[in-house]
């Protein structure tokens, strides 16, 4: 993959950075020219599910 501003292969996974409201891949030299998207967004929804299910009843509590 190339960066998206400068042309240059990026080396690993590259940035994803929004400029002027278009999202691109950028390499680490580059990432300045825009806004780091914030990946933790995504995944939020599924941690959220996650953490709901969880909901126990302590009813071993009173066998001990
Ligand atoms: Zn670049």
Do not use: A
């Not at 914030?38 to 302590?58: C, H």
């Amino acid at each position: 993959m190339d960066c998206e501003i400068c042309g240059r292969p990026i080396k690993g996974k590259g940035f994803k950075i929004v400029v002027e409201g278009s999202e691109v891949t950028v390499c680490h030299s580059c990432k300045n020219y825009g806004v780091e998207k914030p990946i933790s967004q995504v995944s939020q929804p599924g941690v959220s599910k996650v953490l709901i299910r969880r909901k126990k009843q302590p009813t071993n509590i009173e066998f001990s």
